[in-house]
Structures are given as C-alpha cells and as structure tokens.
C-alpha cells in the first residue's frame, strides 16, 4: 500500500482519503459510502452477525441487501426494539 507515493508498513497509520493519494498493488481506491439502516428487532432473534449455533439473528432478516452489515447495539434474544445497522457499501 502507498500513500502519496510512500509505502506505508506501519499498521494503523492515519490517511485522509479526500486527501490522500492512496493505492493498494498499484491500483487507486476510492472512499465507500456509509448507509445506515435502522431495524425494530423482534423478540427471539439474536443481535449478532453470526450465530455458531445457528439460532436466527437480526442481521439475517436483512440477508438479502448484498452490503456488509454489521450490528451496532446489543440487545438480548427475548428483547424488542430499534437496533441500528451501519454499513459500506461497495
């Protein structure tokens, strides 16, 4: 990875991608649009991404939008209620 010309090796260095020239194996990349989706959770569905025990989870009833999603907020199985879900959209 470059930025403006200088290979960064330095994990978690600081860029500003309005800014910034950056590259990753010679090719530009441009900043992802953030969407934000609020769902009213039902009661018996797990605020979670995965689940290994393969229970139903919020972010499953929106396994049809192809972003990557990821649930912000935690509320238990049996609870009901807005949990919000950012994403970036490719």
């Known amino acids: ?3 403006n010309g200088r290979t960064v090796d330095q994990l978690g260095a ?3 991608s309005q800014k910034d020239k950056i590259q990753v194996d010679g090719e ?9 989706y609020v769902l ?3 009661r018996g569905l797990l605020c979670t ?3 290994e025990f393969g229970r139903r989870t919020a972010v499953g009833l ?7 999603l990821f649930a912000a907020g935690r509320l ?15």
Do not use: F, H, I, L
């Not at 530009?28 to 934000?36: I, Q």
């Open 28 to 36: 530009g990349t441009k900043p992802r649009a953030v969407v934000c």
């Open 14 to 16: 600081k860029v500003d």
């Open 62 to 68: 929106m396994e049809s939008e192809k972003a990557r």
């Open 40 to 42: 009213n959770k039902p």
């Open 76 to 90: 238990d199985k049996e609870s009901r209620d807005s949990s919000s879900s950012p994403t970036t959209e490719s």
């Open 1 to 3: 990875m470059t930025v």
């Open 49 to 51: 991404n995965k689940d």
